[in-house]
């Protein structure tokens, strides 16, 4: 199927005010995984079943929520967790927002643009720390390719409108002096989808997660032009660490259910904990095999490139909220002289009990 366009006109009028999910397509969920690496049994007093929604959950992005969810970490804190797929984080909001979900494992900077729409979601627990995305070129559309200007007029493929993909993708393009009506973008979703779109010439570029932009990068198929998946590039390209993969949640939901705001935040801060040791065969041993798009070689090099940038403790930063704000507003000027509470977009309180328990 062929990935919808956002046309330059209709680029042109979102901004960060506007809902994630514009030009969304019908969600379209994957199976759940199998959650839950320990039995039922003698354990915590069981908190109930949640669903989390993700958008593209193999890609090295959610990777502390799939370690979580596949080494028992929920299941040990009383948590019956069902993990929903969908094809990008915008979609996953979507989930959320209509009630198939009720938390959600994305960018924080989602719950910025929310609170600009009236709207209280609140992140629990950082996953990443840096947005762990790269935008390639394609050498087959564009094999004389010389710089970003060369973009212009050109379709660049992201996993939705609305999405970090999307906010990388643009960030990166206006360093060079790039605005809104230079590109088109096109909603091409993840793993195979958003390799089949570049492959197949319906985009000229594409700005993706890993494993999928290495497993590009090293077959021939993209030169890599933006790259934000290490610590040292968040820092000269953003200006600070950028909080990224969290999961947040209505704040509704987090006062209604306290005790599995803190589970879920137990089972990531845990799982944090057991990948600041973990070998790389340990991590492919633990995640789907599918996860690993049939190369582990590929897998495990771009799992080593992106590993410096996972949290060590699931805490946000304290200058993390202000510098998202900041990248947000670069893209957006009109959003410097609105008001955001960041206080109110995230909270460290689940994630400080959760290092007491587990010493991290």
Same mark, same amino acid.
């Given at each position: 199927?062929?990935?919808?366009?956002?046309?330059?006109?209709?680029?042109?009028?979102?901004?960060?005010?506007?809902?994630?999910?514009?030009?969304?397509?019908?969600?379209?969920?994957?199976?759940?995984?199998?959650?839950?690496?320990?039995?039922?049994?003698?354990?915590?007093?069981?908190?109930?079943?949640?669903?989390?929604?993700?958008?593209?959950?193999?890609?090295?992005?959610?990777?502390?929520?799939?370690?979580?969810?596949?080494?028992?970490?929920?299941?040990?804190?009383?948590?019956?967790?069902?993990?929903?797929?969908?094809?990008?984080?915008?979609?996953?909001?979507?989930?959320?927002?209509?009630?198939?979900?009720?938390?959600?494992?994305?960018?924080?900077?989602?719950?910025?643009?929310?609170?600009?729409?009236?709207?209280?979601?609140?992140?629990?627990?950082?996953?990443?720390?840096?947005?762990?995305?790269?935008?390639?070129?394609?050498?087959?559309?564009?094999?004389?390719?010389?710089? $970003?200007?060369? %973009?212009?007029?050109?379709?660049?493929? *992201?996993?939705? =409108? &609305?999405?970090?993909?999307? @906010?990388? #993708? !643009?960030?990166?393009?206006?360093?060079?002096?790039?605005?809104?009506?230079?590109?088109?973008?096109?909603?091409?979703?993840?793993?195979?989808?958003?390799?089949?779109?570049?492959?197949?010439?319906?985009?000229?570029?594409?700005?993706?997660?890993?494993? $999928?932009?290495? %497993?590009?990068?090293?077959?021939?198929? *993209?030169?890599? =032009? &933006?790259?934000?998946?290490? @610590?040292? #590039? !968040?820092?000269?390209?953003?200006?600070?660490?950028?909080?990224?993969?969290?999961?947040?949640?209505?704040?509704?939901?987090?006062?209604?259910?306290?005790?599995?705001?803190?589970?879920?935040?137990?089972?990531?801060?845990?799982?944090?904990?057991?990948?600041?040791?973990?070998?790389?065969?340990?991590?492919?041993?633990?995640?789907?095999? &599918?996860?690993?798009?049939?190369?582990?070689?590929?897998?495990?090099?771009?799992?080593?490139?992106?590993?410096?940038?996972?949290?060590?403790?699931?805490?946000?930063?304290?200058?993390?909220?202000?510098?998202?704000?900041?990248?947000?507003?670069?893209?957006?000027?009109?959003?410097?002289?609105?008001?955001?509470?960041?206080?109110?977009?995230?909270?460290?309180?689940?994630?400080?009990?959760?290092?007491?328990?587990?010493?991290?």
């Amino acid at each position: 199927m062929t990935s919808p366009l956002l046309s330059r006109r209709a680029f042109a009028a979102v901004t960060a005010l506007s809902a994630a999910t514009v030009c969304a397509p019908t969600l379209l969920a994957q199976a759940p995984l199998q959650s839950s690496a320990v039995p039922h049994g003698d354990g915590p007093a069981a908190l109930g079943r949640l669903t989390i929604a993700v958008g593209g959950q193999s890609v090295l992005y959610h990777l502390p929520l799939a370690l979580a969810d596949q080494l028992g970490y929920f299941r040990a804190e009383g948590l019956d967790v069902s993990v929903r797929d969908f094809s990008a984080g915008a979609m996953a909001l979507q989930a959320v927002q209509e009630g198939v979900a009720d938390v959600c494992s994305g960018a924080y900077e989602h719950t910025i643009r929310l609170q600009l729409r009236g709207q209280a979601y609140r992140s629990l627990v950082l996953q990443g720390r840096a947005p762990q995305l790269a935008l390639g070129v394609s050498l087959r559309a564009l094999p004389q390719y010389k710089g $970003l200007g060369d %973009l212009a007029g050109r379709r660049i493929g *992201v996993s939705s =409108v &609305g999405s970090s993909t999307h @906010l990388a #993708a !643009s960030l990166l393009l206006a360093r060079a002096g790039m605005g809104a009506g230079d590109v088109s973008f096109a909603s091409v979703g993840s793993g195979a989808a958003a390799m089949s779109a570049l492959r197949t010439g319906q985009v000229h570029a594409l700005c993706h997660a890993d494993p $999928l932009m290495t %497993l590009l990068e090293q077959k021939g198929d *993209v030169r890599i =032009v &933006g790259d934000l998946r290490s @610590l040292k #590039a !968040s820092q000269e390209i953003l200006g600070g660490p950028m909080p990224a993969s969290c999961l947040y949640a209505p704040q509704a939901f987090v006062q209604k259910n306290p005790a599995q705001a803190q589970a879920l935040a137990n089972g990531v801060v845990h799982a944090l904990k057991w990948l600041q040791t973990a070998v790389p065969a340990d991590i492919v041993k633990t995640v789907p095999a &599918g996860f690993l798009m049939g190369d582990r070689g590929v897998y495990l090099a771009a799992f080593g490139r992106v590993r410096e940038t996972y949290s060590t403790n699931g805490l946000m930063p304290d200058d993390g909220a202000s510098t998202a704000l900041r990248v947000l507003s670069r893209v957006h000027p009109e959003l410097a002289d609105t008001r955001v509470d960041l206080a109110r977009t995230f909270t460290n309180d689940f994630v400080r009990k959760a290092r007491l328990k587990f010493n991290v």
